[in-house]
């Protein structure tokens, strides 16, 4: 929280203890809608990660008559869900 404050250039009036308490009073409290969060983020990311590309692909297609877009597979999506590329070359 300090940095995130620095890099906004924000003072932050708060010290390091009253951030520790406000943080275990808050994540007691929400922590099964965290959890609820966090395994929404994972199922449905590679899912919207994969829509966007391709619409990406459509619109290189429909806008280049000539032009041939390709999904390319770079490496293991366990690793991260952004292992795609688009691979597009003109005629």
Sequence with gaps: MQKAFQKLKIDLLWNAEK??????QLSA???SQLF??????TLFGPLIEGLILLDRIVYINETNSSAEANLVQFFDPVISPRCYGIIASKH
């Design 19 to 24: 951030i520790e308490q406000t943080y275990s």
């Design 29 to 31: 409290k929400h922590r």
């Design 36 to 41: 609820a969060f966090y395994q929404l983020r």
